[in-house]
């Protein structure tokens, strides 16, 4: 038996199983997508031309119109076919003639939503329309809903059983299972327990002492020991505050269509949530710091870079309520931008309320330094600013004239090309040097010419002169011909922006084949940039740089003067003070009005700064503080609301046993799940306030319950009746997350870097540091897998990145950091299965596990050792004889035989 067949059957039994469970989009999620990721773009983008002006005969606000189409007599959308759909080409800008929107293109996550909506059969809910005009009204039996009502603290139900239960969790869990028919099954080992808390709390593995202690340690608060142990750790906030992160959408770039742009401090907002979770920062502090931390009384630095929740969230019109919303309060409220929520009592009006203070603040720049060092900075930076954009500006002036002039030298250049092309070949400098023309012109030129296909018809004559060897004479009259072609499509081009008549496609195409300007930052590969252009890419800093070599006299002067000045600066300019990426109040914080089915175009009432009407008595009173953002926190984070305290609560349990007793942890409205144990939600969440709003002590009160300690045993009777584990009759076999998988392997590696905080480090090669083959930075190769060297730190502190997605952690479930993510949701596929066997970075974590092993005495001995070290017990005796024998059949075997364990189910899942 080799090592892959050993990884496969390692894998088989658990991967089959869970592939055959499908992923399905309901019906309900589809109407939510749709709601909240492309109503609000369609809203933004597309309604002010196509409702009821109907420009070019389309009206894209409902369905129906979408598949009638416009004057073209081409549907805008084919559900279920995002390729032939003409909504979809000309957001993409892919269309021969549509292009749209004419504000410019959309972010590359806008366009994704719509395609995946288009893909998934194009849902559109019916929905109420909101006129704004007179009041919404919540009826009673909207308000009796059970998310609604004040939490109240049970009676801890009695039980038949009187003997199991450890704590309360526990009598609320078996009276269920006993009104259901079901007995929980035997509890877990005492070495499966101990990994179990240890990855759930700490997100790394027991060392082998660490389970022989526990395994001997038969006093009655022996796990309670360990529980206060893994809360005390460090580690703990790495591994918690991490998830939350996933509520938060951390990255540490923006989402740039154009370019890599990182957070310069980013980092700061991570390490404070990680420190939060570390000091048990009582979680409604924790809410009011992350939405008004500035505002709050106290240690401000204690408070205020938990703003970095909004101060580094994606750029949607929408996003922050919707963040804010379904991360505290587990409600959809920006299904409620374009029409009053079709499920939920959440009007219209609400969702502009909560809006009007989010777009009353502004981004800012916290200063971590003292106040002359931030003035000297931005003194001499702004002066850097000013030198750089006059640089700027002079370059796009003589970029632009340049170009005039070389258009009127097309046919000298068509010419001096067409030496530099087959047959004749000759090199382009002598060519240049004897014509007195630019160089680097005549090799874009003769680039260009032989290109082909080409997107218009106006050089076939030309190639085919070419082909056929015509006469100089020929050619020159064909290239005079083309040079009166291109002067009068520029006059042309100029004419038609300024009357915003269309062009012919063909005409435009050429003009674009001239000045292109504009790389399409999704496509795999830098396209040429036009012949004629040599200025500023957004993409490609500094190429701006060559229409100087056009200069001469007192231009090439200036140029070389403002350059120098410039350099001076830059040379006396000191580095930028740390800082933190939060906001402040805007200067004059303002109501809006509510956007009438979405469109900012067609104003309805205005909508006063308040909080949501379901959560308040009566009329919600109009917040005046500033934005109001002091007046929100405190309004979330009062113990009267309903959903703050019960939506933590059932965060922290989803985590701990895979599913939450609410499942949907994010919506807890019409369309979310029901709670399968709603007393003892409500039980725990006012516990949760009575203590002090201490998380640790609700890990606590949940990890010494005896349903916690479970094992995963298989019951007949008990799967007969709830095959879905929904009343917790055992525990959830649950696979490693990314970040406690790759964590796991470094530390069995003896690599693993336990540094608490710092700056990010990529995971996966940044290939955007690297140059392309003529000089640009490649900004487009998508790194395959982790790497081992110099990034062996916790998988915490990796780079996050909105614009290019950690592959291999995408491969294990991470989740998208564009949007609020819920829950961890755990795949097991044949490319996971691939990465074990073919990744390198798993081949050289075997190789110095198997490094870590060499010094036992014999292979036994390093089987007994590495089995200590990945699972905490000893191998069986099949399991030993079977090793000593794959060993004793391929010398050298050692690196073979540590990847087939670090493969195994054993390794990968927590029992």
Known sequence: MDCATLIYVSWGRIAIGWLTLPLILCAADSSE????????????????????????????????????????????????????????????????????????????????????????????PEARPQTGKGPYRITPEQRAFWSFQPVRKPAVPSTKNTAWAKNDIDRFILASQEAKGLDPVAAASRRVLIRRAYFDLIG????????????????????????????????????????????????????????????????????????????????DQFVKAQIAGDQMEGDKSKLIPGLGFYGMSPDFTDERVDATTRGFLALTVACAQCHDHKYDPIPTKDFYSLQGIFSSTELYEYPLAPENVVNAYQAQKKKLDRLDKDFKEFLKRENAQMGDILVTQTSRYLMAARQVMPPLSRPAGEVARKTKLDQETIERWAAYLQTSPKEHRYLDAWDDSIKRGASEQQCQKLADEFQALVTAVVREKRESDASKEKMETGKLLLWKDLYFANPRPD????????????????????????????????????????????????????????FLHVIKDAAKPANLHVAIGGNPGNPGEEAPRRFLSILSDGEPPAFHKGSGRLELAEAIASPANPLTARVMVNRIWDYHFGAGIVRSTSNFGQLGDRPTHPELLDYLAARFVENKWSIKWLHREIMLSATYALSNDHSASNYAIDSGNRFLWRSNLRRLDAEALRDAMLSASGKLDLRIGG?????????????????????????????????????????????????TMTLFDFPNPAASAEQRFGTSTPLQRLFF???????????????????????????RKAYQILFGREPLAKELQMGEEFLRSKGGAWPEYAQVLLSSNEFLFVK
């Open 759 to 807: 700056p990010p480090v990529w995971l996966t090669e940044n290939f955007a540091t690297r140059t392309g083959p003529e000089g640009e930075a490649d900004k487009y190769f998508q790194p395959t897998e982790w790497i081992s060297d110099n990034a062996s730190r916790r998988t915490v502190y990796g780079f996050v990145s909105r614009r290019r997605p950690d592959a």
């Open 204 to 283: 790394l593995p027991p060392s082998p002492e660490e389970v022989e202690a526990f395994v001997a340690d038969r006093s009655p608060d022996a796990f309670a020991k360990v529980v206060d142990h893994l809360l005390a750790s460090p580690h703990y906030g790495e591994r918690w505050g991490r998830f939350w992160l996933d509520v938060a959408r951390y990255s540490d770039d923006r989402l740039s269509s154009t370019r890599d742009d990182p957070y310069a401090n980013g980092y700061r907002y991570r390490d404070w949530v990680i420190e939060a979770f570390n000091n048990d920062m009582p979680y």
């Open 523 to 578: 496509l795999p590969y830098q396209p040429v940039l036009g012949v004629l252009f040599n200025g500023e890419v957004y993409q490609t800093p500094g190429i701006e740089l060559k229409v100087i070599r056009f200069l001469d006299g007192d231009r090439k002067a200036y140029v070389d003067g403002l350059m120098a000045e410039m350099q001076a600066v830059k040379n006396s300019l000191p580095p930028k003070y740390p």
């Open 33 to 124: 997508f749709f709601e909240t990721r492309v109503r609000p773009v369609l809203a933004k983008n597309c309604y002010p031309c196509h409702t009821t002006s109907r420009l070019g005969g389309l009206q894209l606000d409902s369905r129906d119109s979408m598949l009638k189409g416009g004057s073209s007599g081409q549907p805008a959308v084919v559900p279920g076919d995002p390729d032939r759909s003409l909504l979809i080409q000309a957001v993409n800008q892919t269309h021969d003639r549509v292009k749209m929107p004419p504000s410019g293109k959309l972010s590359v996550e806008q366009i994704r939503d719509l395609s995946e909506w288009v893909k998934g059969g194009a849902v559109w």
């Open 837 to 863: 066997l073919n990744s390198d970075f798993v081949i050289k974590q075997a190789e110095a596990f198997a490094a870590r092993l060499a010094p036992e005495p014999g292979d036994a001995a390093r089987i």
